[in-house]
T-cell receptor, first 115, second 110 residues
Framework: DTEVTQTPKHLVMGMTNKKSLKCEQH?????MYWYKQKAKKPPELMFVYSYEKLSINESVPSRFSPECPNSSLLNLHLHALQPEDSALYLC??????????????FGPGTRLTVT | SQKIEQNSEALNIQEGKTATLTCNYT??????LQWYRQDPGRGPVFLLL?????KEKRKERLKVTFDTTLKQSLFHITASQPADSATYLCALDAGNMLTFGGGTRLMVKP
């Protein structure tokens, strides 16, 4: 299985709602990531989990709360979002190559709209 | 802080020609540089990785070069096809963390 899956595919939420995005991989990768991507822009790193521990938080507002329940799952909990948070949210996992680099595998993304 | 840029936002070429995309970086000396393809509404897909001590890497119709003196990587697609139309992203590999360039939207016309 060389796939990263994300649910839901689309999400519309109000500014007072609480929702969660889910990501799953069964490739045995021990690093998982959340990215945010706005239209016609590159993905921007939000969080990195390494061996289920948060290793990088790129100064993301606290209304985004990541969670890594086990090595296969990654969640992003959303609360009190703003309309400018509307974007494609991408999950990725990575493996260390024999040469020492990290090749990333991305999921299809969740298209989030905040109304 | 490290910066990575792709010179062209968009590139239009005729089918069968070679597409050449450019990626420049500053304030960093990456050990690796990666290239990804992204189709609309989809996640990026890994294409190629090149190390700092490699001048060139090939995979089928794809070729990547890495010039650490110029701080530049070139990505070539030979014998381009309309199915190659997509956004291509270069990324600095900073050890378990990627910083992406802005992307180049390639359109291959029949």
């Amino acid at each position: 299985d060389t796939e990263v899956t994300q649910t839901p595919k689309h999400l519309v939420m109000g500014m007072t709602n609480k929702k969660s995005l889910k990501c799953e991989q069964h490739m045995g990768h021990r690093a998982m990531y959340w990215y945010k991507q706005k239209a016609k822009k590159p993905p921007e790193l939000m969080f990195v989990y390494s061996y289920e521990k948060l290793s990088i938080n790129e100064s993301v507002p606290s209304r985004f709360s990541p969670e890594c329940p086990n090595s296969s799952l990654l969640n992003l909990h959303l609360h009190a979002l703003q309309p400018e948070d509307s974007a494609l949210y991408l999950c990725a996992s990575s493996r260390r190559t024999s040469g020492g680099s990290y090749e990333q595998y991305f999921g299809p993304g969740t298209r989030l709209t905040v109304t | 802080s490290q910066k990575i840029e792709q010179n062209s936002e968009a590139l239009n070429i005729q089918e069968g020609k070679t597409a050449t995309l450019t990626c420049n970086y500053t304030n960093y000396s990456p050990a690796y540089l990666q290239w990804y393809r992204q189709d609309p509404g989809r996640g990026p897909v890994f294409l190629l990785l090149i190390r700092e001590n490699e001048k060139e890497k090939r995979k089928e119709r794809l070729k990547v070069t890495f010039d650490t003196t110029l701080k530049q990587s070139l990505f070539h697609i030979t014998a381009s096809q309309p199915a190659d139309s997509a956004t291509y992203l270069c990324a600095l590999d900073a050890g378990n963390m990627l910083t992406f360039g802005g992307g180049t939207r390639l359109m291959v016309k029949p």
